[in-house]
């Protein structure tokens, strides 16, 4: 059970992670809002996958870490996504 609510907090969490990944990635990303927050998605719960292997995952009060974790691997996800979708015109 907890992977699973882990997913859909995950998936939340997309919507503030994707956008904070597309500021920290050099560069214009031509893909949608929509691929912005299911790349943040994604990123976020593989961060947080990284982050409970090391042992950052349950610490007293915010978890700093587990966000700088999950940030650059959203960032890692949509700078994949971007590239994917090279000189592709936005769309949605």
């Known amino acids: 059970m907890y992977w699973v609510w882990m997913l ?3 998936l939340i969490a997309g919507i503030i ?3 904070l990944a597309r500021l920290v990635l050099p560069g214009k990303q031509n893909i949608s809002l929509g ?7 994604i990123g976020a719960f593989i961060g947080g996958l990284i982050a409970y292997f090391l042992g950052v995952k349950d610490t007293p009060g915010p978890d700093w ?6 940030i650059v691997c959203a960032a890692v996800v949509i700078a994949i996504i971007s590239a ?5 015109a936005k769309t949605a």
Request: positive net charge.
């Open 35 to 41: 691929w912005t927050i299911l790349g943040g998605g």
């Open 8 to 10: 859909i907090v995950s």
């Open 17 to 19: 992670f994707g956008p």
């Open 65 to 70: 870490i587990q966000y700088l974790i999950q």
């Open 84 to 88: 994917r979708n090279g000189g592709k």
